[in-house]
């Protein structure tokens, strides 16, 4: 592991001592573990900026929103929004299903991946 690597991590732990990591390699062990989990297909992560997750928090409480935070609030919308969905779908006599063809054009690993794979041939040039 780099150098500059590993002192940023102890960096961190001496910085940051509320998070509990008492060691470097006790911070490692989590960040593994941590992001192993991040990367199955069990659960999709979306990153938000902290300015952001704290006035949506204060703004829910001010404007009395159905929750009581900004995690309970998205959580909120994308229920509401998925229950509008399979009202729509029952309407029109479907079901709610999720597709291969709908993983790959709907998730966002594989849009990710996808924009990646998209960006580095952009840079490389064509032979």
């Given at each position: 592991m780099p150098p500059e690597l590993l002192a940023e991590v102890e960096g961190f732990?001496?910085?940051?001592?509320?998070?509990g990591?008492?060691?470097k390699e006790e911070f490692i062990e989590d960040a593994i573990r941590v992001r192993l989990c991040m990367l199955t297909d069990e659960y999709e992560y979306i990153e938000i900026p902290r300015e952001k997750y704290i006035l949506l928090?204060?703004?829910?409480?001010?404007?009395?929103l159905p929750a009581?935070?900004?995690e309970g609030y998205v959580d909120y919308v994308i229920d509401e929004?998925?229950?509008n969905y399979r009202k729509w779908l029952q309407q029109s006599g479907q079901k709610p299903e999720i597709t291969e063809e709908d993983k790959i054009t709907y998730g966002w690993?594989?849009?990710k991946r996808l924009a990646e794979h998209?960006?580095?041939e952009q840079v490389q040039p064509k032979r």
């Open positions: 732990i001496l910085k940051k001592r509320r998070y990591y008492a060691t928090g204060k703004a829910v409480r001010e404007l009395n009581i935070s900004a929004t998925l229950e690993k594989q849009n998209l960006s580095q």
